[in-house]
């Protein structure tokens, strides 16, 4: 049943519409990713919603940034990578917890807060870049090998307390215990070529130097050398090993989403969530970053299945953000940083 109305309410509630403006409808992101990462996916966001999208790109400084600003912050979602960053905001007190069924059909519950504060849309593998001249298939299978005196003087690290590096460790110490997790990174500091230092891809130029023959690494760095001039000579001076745990597999780390306690604009940040965690936009930012997306049937791109398959260790990453403290008090012992 429809009912008729007048042409000249119809006119005055079109004359009001456009006299009264509607509130805005956006959505206001802090990010500490790149612009060129997101700004794809946001752009489809908008042309399929409306919804603008307005992002803050910062390097460093959210939990403060939040905390300063307090219940009047316009931010409405936190994007980032590493669990440790996500947790940091979740344990400043600063999200709330977002129930969806968009959501928790897409992200498996491994790379999903149980208290539903983040939820991860791509994950990275934390791999082993093995030199193709020095090191035969084969060599190096586990983690706990990169332990063993058979690589004294032959790896290159970054620094044990970046973020990477520590959530390694806490995996080690998720599965073998705090004792033996010690031990494991007294026997990687032994093997040290060299003090950490640099980065990642610093590393991999070390192995092509012949200053090492394994390094410690994100995947996706793989895809960022190859694309430069400069750095594709480091790349194809070493293959990709992915190691597994004993008993376990292959450690991985995630970069995700979540709502602010304050969110400004609750059901677009929620709108924007799904549309980030929907399987073909978790396959278009994956492919930005060459990582991996998390959703059921989903595929990396085409070089990134070329490194080979792996089957990602299961732990839920909010277990080894629990670990974090044990795994910098660890790090610290053994001076790790000092090299050998
Ligand atoms: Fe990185």
């Known amino acids: 049943m429809f009912t008729r109305i ?3 309410l119809i006119a005055t509630a079109l004359l009001s519409a456009a006299t009264t403006p509607a509130p805005a409808q956006e959505v206001n992101v802090y990010s500490y990713r790149q612009p060129d990462l997101i700004a794809p996916l946001t752009d489809a966001f908008t042309a399929e919603t409306g919804i603008t999208v307005n992002v803050v790109h910062l390097s460093k400084g959210m939990v403060e940034r939040l905390q300063a600003e307090g219940a009047r912050s316009p931010a409405d979602l936190v994007f980032t990578v590493d669990i440790s960053r996500l947790n940091a905001v979740v344990g400043a007190g600063l999200t709330q917890p977002v ?3 968009t959501l928790t059909a897409n992200v498996p519950a491994q790379y999903r807060d149980p208290d539903n504060h983040w939820y991860g849309l791509t994950t990275r593998a934390r791999i082993v870049y093995a030199s193709k001249d020095r090191v035969a298939d084969g060599e190096v299978t586990t983690y706990e090998d990169l332990a063993d005196p ?3 003087g032959r790896i290159c690290t970054r620094s044990g307390l970046h ?4 959530a390694l460790t806490s995996a080690v110490i998720h599965h073998h215990g705090e004792d033996a997790a010690r031990d494991w990174l007294n026997g990687l500091r032994a093997n040290l070529a060299r003090a950490p230092e640099g980065n990642d891809r610093a590393q991999v130029k070390a192995i092509w130097a012949g200053e090492c023959d394994i390094s410690i690494g994100n995947t996706y760095y793989m895809g960022k050398m190859l694309e430069s001039d400069e750095q594709r000579q480091w790349a194809d001076s070493v293959r990709i090993v992915f190691p597994a745990f004993e008993g376990g597999g292959t450690h991985v780390n ?4 979540a709502m602010t306690a304050s969110a400004p604009n609750r ?10 965690s929907s ?22 791109v085409e070089l990134v299945r070329g490194w080979g398959a792996f089957t990602a260790d299961d732990v839920n990453l909010m ?3 629990r670990l974090r403290p044990v795994a910098l008090r660890l790090t610290e012992e053994v001076d790790y940083n000092a090299g050998n």
């Open 6 to 8: 007048p042409p000249a």
């Open 99 to 101: 129930s969806s069924a």
């Open 150 to 152: 058979k690589w004294q």
């Open 163 to 166: 973020a990477y590096m520590v």
């Open 254 to 257: 995630i970069s995700g989403v």
């Open 267 to 276: 059901d677009n940040a929620l709108k924007l969530m799904e549309f980030l």
């Open 279 to 300: 399987p073909a936009a978790q396959e278009i930012y994956a492919e930005a970053n060459y990582e991996y997306p998390v959703a059921p049937g989903t595929e990396p």
């Open 319 to 321: 277990a080894l953000a």
